[in-house]
């Protein structure tokens, strides 16, 4: 065990980064991790009304499947560029690497912001969509309950302030419990399925031409013909974050080994199983105008009008802890990101958050810092819906985008003499195999972040308006202007901090650890 340990804190040498985190995080640890992140069940939970409501239960069929298949594309071009960089940094890390020093500054600001501000969103609103989970079981069982907005943010904020206290325990704590979210995530995803399949009778099932075919293509999106209406659905399948477990990779075992796999493996497991949750869920869906129903939740009210209350409860239950597993591990995560940003000195508190404590040996500083910050957009919801909406959908697109650039990078400076990557275990190699998954993923990311920036409803207004595109597009502006003006002076891009312990015993270790990753590299290029 110690001896893997050693192994993967010399990698993290050659990379420049001093060992700072225990390596508590097993295989299994991992796969959960990966697992969890994706949600599974939680997030068609959350996101099943889109797809349904917009272009009907044909448009949540096949857009799961075609998202999935894409975004597998994307999830293995990740685990390639994190089996070379396995750092908490992750693809922030990985972007300022792939490109040229002249680059990396810049690079490196945008790609940093772009994630942080994505994962911060992302942790918000799947909290804000826990809570409403939740008040959604409560408002099935109580006809008369009145749900408030300070209802909602309230349960928002306690939930994010225990998660918050969840993360502060020691790695060895939370690799324990992590090992288990992968068994409640799949457990209850098939158990719903078999249940679902059980209580609904064969009479009064849908037909095929329902679940995948024309009857079940329904427009209702009351101004986009049905084309849009249908691709609309993809906001389903695209809401998730693929690299979390990179930016967990200095607390993992063999963690260029075991991080890219656990990202393919759960990229794979969850489009599979989650396509099959969506088929059967459209199967026994009921008519389509009593959707979603009192709960404001379709999925919800379709496993009431199957199982009944209490056997909908039992195991909304269960889709609610998966959804706070979701969160757990979100957070976690975005505080690892948050504490790479800040070691590399990229926010304005001079390497504050880029501290990792004594007692637990993970970041509470940036732990803290980013529960704070992602109860901020859920307060704005009590101001202003719109408002809190609007940087909800920030997620998806600033995420995906800050995906595609290192992806980009990495083949357009492929011959750069100033670029050297070194492909780690998990390797495509530099054929058509890699080229292919490089891509098509960066055109599919650039196809769907057209879909998020549209309307989904008509006439547009300011209540119903998309401003996915304009924030995160200020954010851009915003953060180039910012570093023009004033971060240039304090941020020139990931960075060593071997400096800080330099000892001629870290010279031999950086320099032995460096020609390993070479020779490395050289036999995966062979092979």
């Given at each position: ?16 980064y001093?060992?700072?985190?225990k ?29 349904l409501?917009?272009?009907?239960p ?7 499947i ?20 396995p ?19 810049v ?12 994962q ?70 098939i ?43 993809l ?50 869906s ?43 591990t979100?957070?976690?995560a ?81 011959n ?93 270790t ?13 036999s995966?290029?062979?092979?």
């Amino acid at each position: 065990m110690s001896s893997i340990a050693e192994d993967d804190d010399h990698k993290l040498v050659a990379l420049g980064y001093k060992p700072s985190f225990k390596r508590e995080f097993s295989n299994l640890a991992t796969i959960s991790f990966a697992f969890s992140i994706m949600g599974l069940c939680s997030s068609i939970a959350t996101t099943f009304n889109t797809p349904l409501l917009l272009g009907g239960p044909a448009s949540v069929t096949w857009c799961w499947i075609l998202g999935s298949c894409m975004c597998f594309t994307l999830g293995s071009s990740i685990a390639e560029i994190v089996s070379a960089f396995p750092t908490c940094g992750g693809l922030y890390t990985a972007s300022a690497q792939l490109c040229p020093p002249s680059h990396r500054a810049v690079v490196g600001w945008v790609v940093g912001w772009l994630n942080i501000l994505g994962q911060v969103a992302g942790l918000s609103s799947t909290e804000f969509g826990l809570a409403n989970m939740i008040w959604a079981a409560v408002s099935i069982t109580t006809p008369n309950f009145v749900l408030t907005p300070g209802k909602t943010v309230g349960l928002f904020a306690g939930l994010l302030v225990v998660h918050g206290l969840l993360n502060s325990l020691a790695t060895r704590h939370l690799a324990f419990a992590t090992k288990g979210f992968v068994f409640v995530n799949l457990g209850a995803t098939i158990v719903i399925i078999i249940v679902l399949l059980a209580t609904t009778p064969r009479s009064e099932m849908h037909p095929p031409s329902y679940v995948f075919g024309g009857e079940g293509l329904v427009n209702q999106t009351g101004g986009w013909n049905s084309g849009i209406a249908f691709l609309l659905g993809l906001l389903s399948v695209q809401w998730t974050d693929y690299d979390a477990t990179a930016h967990i990779s200095e607390e993992v075992r063999r963690a260029a080994y075991a991080a890219p796999t656990a990202i393919f493996i759960a990229v794979i497991g969850t489009g599979l199983l989650g396509w099959l949750l969506n088929i059967v869920l459209i199967l026994c869906s009921g008519p389509l105008a009593n959707l979603p129903g009192p709960s404001g939740s379709a999925f919800l009210t379709i496993m009431a009008l199957r199982m009944g209350i209490p056997a909908a409860l039992f195991l909304w239950s269960f889709v609610c802890l998966t959804a706070f597993f979701v969160c757990q591990t979100a957070l976690q995560a975005c505080s690892r990101t948050v504490y790479a940003f800040s070691r590399d000195h990229g926010l304005p508190d001079r390497g504050y958050f880029g501290e990792v404590s004594r007692s637990t040996s993970t970041p509470l500083r940036a732990i803290w810092f980013t529960t704070i910050l992602s109860i901020l957009p859920g307060l704005l919801d009590l101001a202003s819906p719109v408002a809190a909406n609007a940087i909800f959908a920030l997620t998806a697109m600033a995420l995906d985008l800050s995906y595609i650039i290192p992806i980009f990078l990495r083949r357009l400076h492929a011959n750069h003499p100033e670029v050297n990557f070194i492909p780690g275990p998990f390797y495509m190699g530099p054929g058509l195999l890699g080229w292919a998954a490089n891509v098509t993923c960066i055109s599919w990311t650039l196809f769907v972040c057209v879909i998020f920036s549209l309307p989904i409803a008509f006439p547009v207004t300011p209540e119903n308006m998309n401003y996915a595109s304009v924030i995160t597009v200020g954010v851009i502006v915003l953060s180039g202007i910012w570093y023009i003006l004033s971060a240039h002076r304090h941020y020139h891009g990931p960075k060593s901090n071997l400096e800080s312990t330099h000892t001629p015993d870290d010279e031999k270790t950086y320099d032995s650890a460096h020609d390993k990753t070479e020779e490395d590299a050289g036999s995966n290029e062979v092979a």
